[in-house]
């Protein structure tokens, strides 16, 4: 079969154009999972001391994302939300959530609204540019009895609602109590996940500290698919001492089986943000032990 001339030059030129487009894809570095981000309390000595060089170590380690454990007195790490904006702009951070408790006080039963130090908390947040307004735990009053942790269940959608005028989603933080405790003979984590609206509320699921209640993180993720946009990255081994048997370590070296975890997450959890998070260290320098656990998850393709 004849080819004319320009029917050659053509179908070369699309032919060198594929090669070339499969070079540079064959070369491209790989598209990452997720949003990788840092639980500050994480280095919470080293923020306590110097907030600022701090941050400037976690930024030159590659972190991007991170997430606040320090509001107080409508100030982070001691500075104002806007100046604090600055300074994460400024090292091209960007604070994706943040930890605050919600408490009984932060609600107001005879108004059926919240307390202005609430409506301040997500305000301050939205400065930030957060996500995630998260509380981190619950008092031990808002769960004595079945009624009174429905309520709160409640409490939490409308906190959902005050979030989502912002932009934001409401979130909760498990420890291990949510897995060990019981009402009406339901744990509290299943009361929790069939009370709140998954519209406006987040579960951030810490894979680690749920071993303390007895808990399997794989067991919990298979059991509530798409119900983890946020979790915490954590691994943990046995303690040597303390109150509970079980403390965090750095990624992989532990019993979660952290990869599996953040794999099955990625896959029915509906996970986009995961937040690396260590609170022990086995004599191991905390900066060195964040470099490590990012390098980890890079590792794992997030």
């Not at 498990?174 to 009402?183: A, G, K, M, V």
């Amino acid at each position: 079969m004849k080819t004319d001339r320009r029917t050659f030059i053509r179908t070369g030129a699309m032919a060198f154009a594929g090669t070339a487009l499969m070079g540079s894809e064959a070369f491209a570095a790989p598209k990452r999972k997720g949003m990788v981000g840092l639980q500050l309390y994480s280095i919470r000595a080293a923020m306590a001391k110097d907030p600022l060089g701090s941050l400037r170590q976690l930024a030159d380690m590659g972190y991007v994302y991170v997430e606040h454990a320090n509001y107080i007195k409508r100030k982070f790490y001691g500075y104002t939300p806007s100046e604090f904006r600055k300074i994460l702009d400024d090292l091209g951070l960007k604070m994706i959530s943040g930890h605050t408790v919600m408490g009984r006080h932060h609600w107001d039963e005879s108004k059926q609204d919240f307390s202005d130090s609430w409506k301040y908390t997500v305000d301050d947040a939205a400065v930030l540019g957060q996500q995630y307004v998260v509380s981190p735990s619950m008092d031990n009053s808002m769960r004595n009895n079945y009624d009174d942790f429905r309520k709160y269940m409640d409490v939490f959608n409308r906190c959902g609602e005050l979030c989502r005028k912002q932009g934001m989603k409401f979130g909760y933080h498990n420890h291990d109590f949510e897995f060990s405790e019981r009402l009406n003979n339901e744990k509290l984590f299943d009361i929790m996940m069939r009370s709140i609206d998954p519209d406006l509320v987040v579960i951030q699921l810490d894979i680690g500290n749920l071993y303390n209640g007895g808990a399997v993180a794989l067991d919990v993720v298979r059991q509530y698919p798409g119900r983890f946009e946020n979790i915490h990255v954590k691994d943990e081994i046995e303690s040597d001492g303390g109150r509970d048997k079980y403390e965090s370590c750095v990624l992989g070296e532990g019993i979660v089986n952290t990869r599996k975890v953040t794999r099955l997450a990625t896959r029915i959890g509906g996970t986009k943000v995961y937040i690396i998070e260590q609170e022990s260290y086995q004599g191991r320098d905390p900066m060195d032990c964040m470099r490590e656990n990012l390098a980890v998850m890079r590792k794992w393709g997030y």
